[in-house]
């Protein structure tokens, strides 16, 4: 026997190692090609479990006027971060859930390309809220290289007037596509069961999905992997609630909805069937978050039209 135990150990340690080398929260669809997403467009049902649009105001921060990205603060849930895309300044403005002004907070070390989504979630440090900006448009087609800005949550739990505050520590996470391709995406979510970030793009004929598996490295150029491709397009806007458990993809004039089972992917959950989440169409709707209590779910427009931002809130029964 005792000439054996080392061959015996070396078995086990390989054992050890090949068993923990794959994480139940990353199955085995990794190695699989990308799934097309089929569902009976015509005949999707609508959500029953939520009230109709509140309207909560009009932005009374008039320096927002291409509202891109919604998440609601962990910190102090009755505030609302936000932000506008291209070409404006690198700063998240801080809207109350009636639409009142509480200020901005401009982030250092960040550059405003064309930001067009973001999300509230885990990250590196355990127990700390992140804010996830996505540097993630591109209407021409034209970037090598895509971005997510990653920062700690700032504490507004007691922020009560309006500020002007500088931010730092912010960590950016550049990406390719896996095809090498330019590609337009406003969407940006991410699971809190595995930290992964989720992009799901807008122009292409179906819009396709993407992962930044968790750890992101934020030292070199990573490639994200294609997960599958939706039967629509012009996605606009996303969002992973806070428990993991709901998922929502806003176009121009829907919001699908998936509920996601316990020990599912996102994308075991995106094969079924959708369901429609009641929505006001907005002039230029790009923006949506859940409440970190489950308790209904924001809307915001770009100004467009003529017409202010309204800020809508859809109640949960």
Same mark, same amino acid.
């Given at each position: %026997?005792?000439?054996?135990? $080392?061959?015996?150990?070396?078995?086990?340690? /390989?054992?050890?190692?090949?068993?923990?080398?794959?994480? $139940?929260?990353?199955?085995?669809?990794?190695?699989?090609?990308?799934?097309?997403?089929?569902?009976?467009?015509? &005949?999707?049902?609508?959500?029953?479990? /939520?009230?109709?649009?509140?309207?909560?105001?009009?932005?009374?921060?008039?320096?927002?006027? +291409?509202?891109?990205?919604?998440?609601? @603060?962990?910190? &102090?849930?009755?505030?609302?971060?936000?932000? &506008?895309?291209?070409?404006?300044?690198?700063?998240?403005?801080?809207?109350?859930?009636?639409?009142?002004?509480?200020?901005?907070?401009?982030?250092?070390?960040?550059?405003?390309?064309?930001?067009?989504? %973001?999300?509230?979630?885990?990250?590196?440090?355990?127990?700390?809220?992140?804010?996830?900006? !996505?540097?993630?448009?591109?209407?021409?087609?034209?970037?090598?290289?895509?971005?997510?800005?990653?920062?700690? +949550?700032?504490?507004?739990?007691?922020?009560?007037?309006?500020?002007?505050?500088?931010?730092?520590?912010?960590?950016?996470?550049?990406?390719?596509?896996?095809?090498?391709?330019?590609?337009? #995406?406003?969407?940006? %979510?991410?699971?809190?069961?595995?930290?992964?970030?989720?992009?799901?793009?807008?122009?292409?004929?179906?819009?396709?999905?993407?992962?930044?598996?968790?750890?992101?490295?934020?030292? @070199?150029?990573?490639?994200? +992997?294609?997960?599958?491709?939706?039967?629509?397009?012009? #996605?606009?806007? !996303?969002?992973?609630?806070?428990?993991?458990?709901?998922?929502?993809?806003?176009?121009?004039?829907?919001?699908?909805?998936?509920?996601?089972?316990?020990?599912?992917?996102?994308? +075991?959950?995106?094969?079924?069937?959708?369901?429609?989440?009641?929505?006001?169409?907005?002039?230029?709707?790009? #923006?949506?978050?859940?409440? $970190?209590?489950?308790?209904?779910?924001?809307?915001?427009?770009?100004?467009?039209?003529?017409?202010?931002?309204?800020?809508?809130?859809?109640?949960?029964?």
């Amino acid at each position: %026997m005792t000439r054996f135990l $080392p061959l015996l150990i070396l078995l086990f340690v /390989f054992c050890i190692a090949y068993g923990c080398s794959r994480s $139940p929260c990353e199955p085995e669809s990794r190695s699989r090609e990308p799934l097309s997403y089929e569902y009976d467009m015509e &005949n999707l049902e609508y959500h029953t479990g /939520f009230h109709e649009s509140e309207a909560r105001g009009v932005l009374e921060n008039e320096e927002i006027v +291409e509202a891109s990205g919604l998440a609601v @603060s962990r910190s &102090n849930p009755r505030l609302i971060w936000t932000h &506008n895309d291209s070409g404006h300044q690198n700063r998240l403005f801080v809207v109350g859930e009636n639409a009142e002004n509480y200020g901005e907070f401009i982030i250092r070390g960040a550059f405003n390309r064309d930001w067009e989504d %973001m999300a509230a979630g885990p990250g590196p440090e355990e127990g700390v809220t992140y804010l996830y900006i !996505g540097e993630i448009g591109d209407n021409l087609a034209q970037y090598k290289y895509m971005s997510i800005y990653r920062l700690p +949550e700032p504490d507004i739990s007691g922020l009560d007037t309006v500020t002007r505050t500088l931010v730092e520590g912010v960590e950016r996470i550049d990406y390719v596509y896996p095809d090498g391709e330019s590609r337009d #995406a406003e969407t940006l %979510m991410v699971d809190p069961f595995t930290r992964d970030i989720y992009i799901v793009t807008k122009r292409d004929e179906r819009s396709i999905i993407y992962v930044a598996r968790y750890p992101q490295d934020t030292q @070199s150029v990573i490639t994200i +992997e294609k997960i599958g491709y939706f039967p629509f397009n012009r #996605a606009l806007a !996303g969002d992973i609630s806070a428990d993991g458990l709901e998922i929502a993809v806003k176009t121009d004039e829907r919001i699908y909805y998936w509920k996601r089972e316990a020990g599912e992917t996102v994308g +075991e959950a995106l094969k079924r069937q959708p369901l429609l989440l009641p929505y006001t169409i907005e002039p230029q709707g790009e #923006a949506i978050a859940w409440m $970190p209590d489950g308790s209904g779910y924001y809307t915001l427009s770009e100004k467009a039209g003529g017409v202010d931002p309204v800020l809508y809130f859809y109640r949960r029964k």
